[in-house]
């Protein structure tokens, strides 16, 4: 099975602050990476797919890059809506989900 | 716009079934894959389970395999989980979930619900 690992587990940033979040797959997974943000008591909402495919309606400043087994999310410039759980998701052969990282307010 | 509303959790003893579903509507549901993925309280995202549009696809998470069938009636825009032989670990918010377009081995998921609760306690 492909294990999901993301860091940091916690991340804190203040508004204006640039984020980068990582996600390192066990095994490579070509572009079939997707991150989704949740926010406490909602469901998750996709915000990229394919690793660097922006889902219609998600702001620019979330972008996605990596290939093979290391991908990151970017927020170029964190705001106040920005502070959720993100978790990434494999979706090469069997859809697994990382553990999250939570972006907090410093 | 995309809607999907679970319904059908509750409490449940270990042994126990229970039947969710969830009504789509919004977008041309036979011709979507569609899954269920839950959440244990305070923990990650955890993909049970998904269904080709004319159902002859189907798939499960190891965890649930051969205790949980998906199905789905087209006609009715609606997608079903049949859960039997509950255990406490399946405790969870259960969420009804929109499969996107371009995948291959397995699917991401562009639209979801906001959940159902599944307690299996004794």
């Known amino acids: 099975d492909i294990q999901m690992t993301q860091s940091p587990s916690t991340l804190s940033a203040s508004v204006g602050d640039r984020v980068t979040l990582t996600c390192r797959s066990s095994?490579?997974?070509?572009?079939?990476l997707a991150w989704y943000q949740q926010k406490p008591g909602k469901a998750p909402k996709l915000l990229i797919y394919k690793t660097s495919t922006l889902e219609s309606g998600v702001p620019s400043r979330f972008s996605g890059s990596g290939s093979g087994t290391e991908f990151t999310l970017t927020i170029s410039s964190v705001q106040p809506d920005d502070f959720a759980t993100y978790y990434c998701q494999e979706y090469n052969n069997y859809s697994t989900f990382g553990q999250g990282t939570k972006v907090e307010i410093k | 716009q995309v809607q999907l509303v679970e319904s059908g959790g509750g409490l449940v003893t270990p042994g126990g079934s229970l039947r969710l579903s969830c009504a789509a509507s919004?977008?041309?549901?036979?011709?979507?894959?569609m899954a269920w993925i839950r959440q244990a309280p305070g923990k990650g995202l955890e993909w049970v389970s998904y269904i080709s549009p004319d159902s002859s696809s189907l798939s499960y998470a190891d965890s649930v395999k051969g205790r949980f069938a998906i199905s789905r009636d087209n006609a009715k825009n609606s997608l079903y989980l049949e859960m039997n032989s509950l255990r406490v670990d399946d405790t969870a918010l259960y969420y009804c979930a929109r499969a996107g377009v371009q995948w291959l081995g397995a699917p991401y998921f562009d639209s979801w619900g906001h959940g159902v609760l599944v307690t299996v306690s004794s």
């Open positions: 095994q490579k997974i070509r572009s079939w």
């Open positions: 919004g977008f041309t549901f036979s011709d979507h894959y």
